[in-house]
T-cell receptor
Framework: DAKTTQPPSMDCAEGRAANLPCNHS???????VYWYRQIHSQGPQYIIH???NNETNEMASLIITEDRKSSTLILPHATLRDTAVYYC??????????????FGQGTTLQVKP | EAGVTQSPTHLIKTRGQQATLRCSPI?????VYWYQQALGLGLQFLLW???????NRGNFPPRFSGRQFPNYSSELNVNALELEDSALYLC??????????????FGEGSRLTVL
């Protein structure tokens, strides 16, 4: 599975958009980009995933560059409850399914009042 | 709808003992995954069960084992406990189809402390 690189930490003001970057320059054509987050002392929570088109759901938006070598997770109106570690994960799907997600160190997002 | 449930929440053991952790997946999910989150090491994949069979295993010694029951619940057993086994053990479940798209649902974890 492709390796991802994320900044170790970021701050965001409450009510503002939080933009979390992820580099995945070695991503393959059959690999998706997934985002999970882990709020302190809780299990990770799925946020969103995408292949090459931008995606949006009720939690966030995912912007993937045209060359697919990087992506940005956007929380449009961050709240204090969005303070968490955010993980960007790249993995193949379908017949290449190994059941394994490789979690890196992630980005610790601190939302401040 | 109930989420993934794990028990016990906390468990304290001494070196050399055995620990058993339990997981009940979301109703309708047939796949169960186990992850270890030790301090400073991040989330490490342990095991994947689907339809009662072990499908994949992470880079852990054989003293980490488990099984999946006909009702799709799962147990993780850790034998001959070592101090470095102290960690949060997370269980996740998915529809097999859901796993194809990457969405895992995690429980709150069982914190194992080895003294």
């Amino acid at each position: 599975d492709a390796k991802t690189t994320q900044p170790p930490s970021m701050d965001c003001a409450e009510g503002r958009a939080a933009n979390l970057p992820c580099n995945h320059s070695t991503i393959s054509g059959n690999e998706y980009v997934y985002w999970y987050r882990q709020i302190h002392s809780q299990g990770p929570q799925y946020i969103i995933h995408g292949l090459k088109n931008n995606e949006t759901n009720e939690m966030a938006s995912l912007i993937i560059t045209e060359d697919r070598k990087s992506s940005t997770l956007i929380l449009p109106h961050a709240t204090l409850r969005d303070t968490a570690v955010y993980y960007c994960i790249v993995r193949p799907i379908g017949s290449s399914n190994t059941g394994k997600l490789i979690f890196g160190q992630g980005t610790t997002l601190q939302v401040k009042p | 709808e109930a989420g993934v449930t794990q028990s016990p929440t906390h468990l304290i053991k001494t070196r050399g003992q055995q620990a058993t952790l339990r997981c009940s997946p979301i109703s309708g999910h047939t796949s169960v995954y186990w992850y270890q989150q030790a301090l400073g090491l991040g989330l490490q994949f342990l095991l994947w069960y689907d339809e009662g069979e072990e499908r994949n295993r992470g880079n852990f010694p054989p003293r980490f084992s488990g099984r999946q029951f006909p009702n799709y619940s799962s147990e993780l057993n850790v034998n001959a406990l070592e101090l470095e086994d102290s960690a949060l053990y997370l269980c996740a479940s998915s529809l097999v189809g859901g796993m194809i798209t990457g969405e895992l649902f995690f429980g709150e974890g069982s914190r194992l402390t080895v003294l």
